[in-house]
């Protein structure tokens, strides 16, 4: 237990590299160090993702094309999806746009922001997590913009979608 979390704060990056550890341990079934495409496509079947969808991820985060994932592979693919929710959120709070030049177009931003979680939604076969999904995507299209709600959003995102979800 680390001083952070006695003292009930905790370290985000550093929750976040725990997190990425325990989970790349639990997909990395033989032990080696490494995961191979069949371990992560079997940790990512059990969350219900489909083999040409967790196929695909394995190519993307497969940086070096050995056919294998190392940590290193792994934590590279956390940081650019949590660089491009960052991204998102910016642009959504009017903070930039597209192209980096200050941008007031939030509905827009949050308009593709619904749409993607409505795909999220309708993609996962765990009826629980689609339901939680879905009923956050009509408060938000009930209650409008709201950076709250939008968090909420990707929190939601980023434990039902990590780069490989072996948690169950």
């Not at 985000?12 to 725990?18: F, G, L, T, V």
């Not at 940790?43 to 070096?64: C, I």
């Amino acid at each position: 237990m680390s001083i952070m979390s006695i003292g009930g704060g905790v370290d985000p990056s550093a929750r976040k590299q725990e997190q990425s550890q325990q989970q790349f341990d639990i997909a990395d079934t033989n032990q080696d160090g490494t995961v191979s495409a069949t371990e992560f496509m079997e940790a990512l079947s059990t969350q219900g993702v489909d083999s040409a969808s967790s196929a695909d991820m394995f190519s993307d985060m497969d940086g070096n094309g050995d056919g294998n994932l190392s940590q290193d592979e792994h934590n590279k693919a956390i940081q650019e999806r949590d660089q491009t929710m960052a991204q998102m959120m910016a642009r959504m709070d009017g903070e930039v746009g597209l192209y980096g030049a200050p941008d007031a177009s939030k509905e827009s931003q949050f308009d593709s922001f619904k749409t993607m979680l409505s795909s999220i939604a309708n993609d996962t076969k765990d009826q629980n997590t689609a339901t939680q999904l879905n009923d956050l995507l009509a408060e938000l299209k009930n209650d409008g913009y709201s950076k709250d709600g939008v968090q909420r959003s990707v929190e939601l995102m980023n434990k039902v979608a990590p780069p490989i979800n072996t948690t169950a």
